[in-house]
């Protein structure tokens, strides 16, 4: 079948919870073929996702998991949209540089930056294919120093360092996307004890990054905010 007939095709990591959880079920209600995963069980099945989703459990960190992920997208035969979304804040609660080791900076740094540096590099021949769009979920972390999020915000600054420098060196439609401050698991993780009920739901962002992919601007860093 010629590739302009097929349904479009997602890849989005870290669809069982949050924000990837509510882009899934919006890309799914639009009629695209996502792929998925996440690490929890508990967690894929509490998902209760759309029977079109396709969910390969595991960690982004993991190369056999890589491996499915891109397996998945073969048997799909294209790749519209590639979203890196799974994070880490690493590890709980959060504190400050001074008590970091090693050993954290490579768990945050694997999943936060490794595993998109990689997985983006073993899926370009369907993105170039589909000329398609690579949208990586950043932080205002990214930009801004806030006590104990140097971690997580120099990790979300390389994703987007490297998100767009694939873009500059294939000519693919690269975004870095900060989503805002959302009511999710991970929010709460970040603010343990607090009560985050003002935060606004990740179905309230799900629009503007819709909206995004519809408007397709020049390739950058962007807020969710500025397609609301
Ligand atoms: N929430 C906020 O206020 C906020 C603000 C700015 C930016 N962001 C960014 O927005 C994105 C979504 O955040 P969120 O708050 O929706 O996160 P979340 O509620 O923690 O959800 C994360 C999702 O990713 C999966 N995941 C995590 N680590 C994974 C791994 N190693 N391999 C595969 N799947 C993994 C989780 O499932 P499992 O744990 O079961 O694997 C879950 O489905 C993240 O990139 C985050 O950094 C969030």
Known sequence: MDINEQASVALVTGGTAGLGLALTRALAVE???VITDGRSAERIAAAALPESVEVVAGDVTDADHRAALVAAVAAAGRLDLLVHNASTLGPLPMRPLAE???ADLQQVWRTNIGAPLVLTGELL????EADGVVLSLSSDAAVNHYETWGLYGASKAALDHVTLT???ETGLTAY???PGDM???MHQDAFPGED??????????VPSLLRLLEKRPAPGRYRAGDFS
């Open 176 to 178: 870095a996307v900060d």
């Open 31 to 33: 009629g695209w073929h």
């Open 196 to 205: 985050i009920s003002d935060r606004p739901l990740p179905e309230t962002v």
């Open 100 to 102: 970091a080791s090693i």
């Open 166 to 168: 694939y873009g500059a």
């Open 183 to 185: 009511r999710t698991g």
């Open 125 to 128: 021949p369907w993105l170039r």
